[in-house]
């Protein structure tokens, strides 16, 4: 076998992992070894014949499993950027291992010992802000973990968590195959309706998997806008249809029966740790704290929603009907009509937008953003090794021209990448040996097109991710566990959340919004329209992000729970909160990959919302400035991106806003306000 890349140091500009010289064969050796070092040094932390203190206990662990850390940072942004059969297999096998070499390390009694002494003597330590945070936070860690049961119930923690880092790789890979086997090959007959760039995206898409004529995928950028324009309905039926079911059909690629696994396991875990359901268990970390916090904010947008979605539906019905449909709406018909009652409100035409939103333009406009804000530029580099072509690598520097770290740009959607948009890192931020600066990457699942133009909500979701970027790259903190996103669930979303902003302001869109071909800016009275039409269809939007922020707290609810039947269970749920037949859960059970492919997002995926009342009161700050840019304002914003989790996060918010934060704005961002009972 040629020499391993993992075993060697690397020169590469700011150490970026030697992609093209990474094969799936050195993975395996690569994590035996990382596992070994790592129990090494814990086992040396242990041993160690001194008191604890917290440089040889708190900082020694900081220091521990460097190798594993940089092994699993590519492994596993590969397997989910650019995965292949030979990858999937080795995350089969190791993620059990690796959840079984966590375990061992977080119940270690040697361990937790020296970290609880330290922990019980935290005020006589003379300790910085930052290092009582983290050791804090190190110290529940072991309790959360289960390092305070009794030998019988770790052990048993042990098994549950290996078991369930299995399901969990097992739901995320079974809802990739879905993604990769279905598509829709359109003939000439088949494209009523659409506009020219979905049927070059959708030429594109045929072209890379080999069959003529045109191809709908079950990328999100592929579907949704077919779902929007074609006026075939029944093949929109069938989009929707193969959408929704991801995951849920019968055979190897089922997750309907690894869900009723996954949440009995959660359940078990959380009533060894003394909570009655994993729901208690998960909030009880969290900014919101418990499920009734969680309940009453979903409860003060769950009914206003319905009832301007009821409104919105009634516009709909009205105009299927004058076109000749006496059917009810169904959910494929939503983004349809939608369309064509959004197009006669506002004289609004996405067909007409989206050639002002090229792709390269709204990068270059969230660039632009963060170096008005924030003081850093973008640079770009094409001497470095990528794991795909379609990746793009940009230096970052400060004001002072000082290295801040490097952003990758993974834009397009593609075989081989699952579905959706995501910020991660090949490597985070620390000083705790001397700096270590960041390697950031963005996914998005853009469809390909020349050139490729996005949705206004492609733009933001654009914006979103590179706000989650921003988190990493401007982080300044001593310590790797409290590095850039590494805040608690439903504080993380709050950077990239406010960041959206920026996108829709109309300073932004008069520069960067270029028509495609004539490069000339969009026109003002488009743009005002476009701005008049934000709050359209929230009701639906906001029902079907609800609903299965909702479904989550009733998967996580349940003390003792038994889903025999998921189909079953999710339609009890929909109907006990009223569900609007009309629409959809935006992520149904069978793919809602948040809650089942990793426990990240576990009785937690309200926290976009709660993200959202921060976001929506934090930018008022700005508009009450009269300045999106206001210096001042964008200081105090920029020290929370930096900040990581060195402090409490509402400590975080409070110091930029000078103020708890309200609800109103949210509402009036969603068009709820008013509506609320």
Known sequence: MTENPFFEAWTTPFELPPFDRIRPEHFSPAFDRGMAEQLAEVEAIVAAPEPPDFGNTVEALERSGRLLDRVAGVFFNLTSSNTNDALDEIERDYAPRLAQHGMRIALDPGLFRRIDDLYGRRLQLGLAEDQMRLLERRHLGFIR?????APEAKARMAELSERLATLHTLFGQ????DEKQWQLVLGEE????????LRASAAEAARERGVGGWAI???RSSAEPFLTFSARRDLRQAVYEAWTRRGAHAGAHDNRPLIGEIVALRAEQARLLGYGNYAAYKLDDSMAKDVPAVRRLLDQVWEPAKKKAAEECADLQAVARAEGMNEPLAPWDWRYYAEKVRKARYDLDEAEVKPYFVLDNMIRAAFNTAERLFGVTFAERTDLPVYHPDVRIYEVTDAEGRAVGLFLHDNFARSGKRSGAWMSSYRDQQTLDGPVLPIIVNNNNVARAEPTLLSFDDARTLFHEFGHGLHGLLSKVRYPSQSGTAVRRDFVEFPSQVFEHWMAIPETLRRYALHERTGEPIPEALLQRLLAARNFNQGFATVEYAASALLDLAFHEQALPDIADVGAFEQAQLQHIGMPSEIGPRHWPAHFQHLFAGSGY???????LWAEVLDADGFAAFDEAGDPFDPALAARL????????????MELYIAFRGRPPHVEPLLEKRGLKGGEA
């Open 602 to 608: 576990a009785a937690g995926y309200y926290a976009y």
């Open 217 to 219: 995928t079950l990328a």
């Open 174 to 177: 079974n809802v990739l195959q």
């Open 145 to 149: 973990s289960g390092a305070a049961l």
């Open 638 to 649: 920029k020290d929370i991106y930096s900040a990581g989790d060195t402090r409490d996060p």
């Open 190 to 197: 088949d494209l009523d309706g659409l506009p020219a760039d």
